[in-house]
């Protein structure tokens, strides 16, 4: 699983216990993974479709910096399924897990649209699957 994007848990981004808000991790984790669904399927034109049981392991507080890593583990004819783990940067506490995670591929009149894909490319980072850090 590739950890690339990181969040610094602000103020705001807290619940009244003190804690990081669900919502707003959910909220960072499928724009993550829209993203990167974006990105493999080549189409800005992608959908959440589902998101399985979210499994809150720990919690952030002011000042932890997080990391979220997205998986793609199925490419179905027009969807692309990921799993995720968000977890701490420093101590790499798991803080959420999330098994499954489906977008689907839309043409242009928002119709589910077979996107030709079978496995992850990485080219748009400009490495090599193997040189991956």
Not at 17 to 39: C, K, P, Q
Not at 40 to 56: A, G
Not at 73 to 96: A, H, Q, Y
Request: aromatic letters at 10%.
């Amino acid at each position: 699983m590739n950890f690339y994007t990181r969040k610094w848990i602000k103020p705001e981004d807290l619940n009244p216990n003190g804690s990081l808000f669900g919502g707003t991790l959910l909220r960072w984790i499928d724009e993550e993974a829209v993203i990167y669904a974006i990105v493999q399927l080549e189409n800005p034109n992608i959908v959440t479709k589902y998101i399985s049981e979210i499994n809150f392991v720990s919690s952030a507080r002011t000042g932890d910096i997080i990391e979220m890593g997205i998986e793609a583990i199925d490419f179905g004819r027009t969807s692309l399924t990921m799993r995720c783990e968000v977890r701490n940067k420093i101590t790499r506490k798991t803080i959420l897990s999330i098994d499954k995670l489906v977008f689907v591929n839309l043409d242009e009149n928002g119709t589910p649209s077979p996107h030709g894909k079978t496995e992850i490319h990485y080219n748009y980072l400009g490495i090599e699957p193997d040189k991956r850090d």
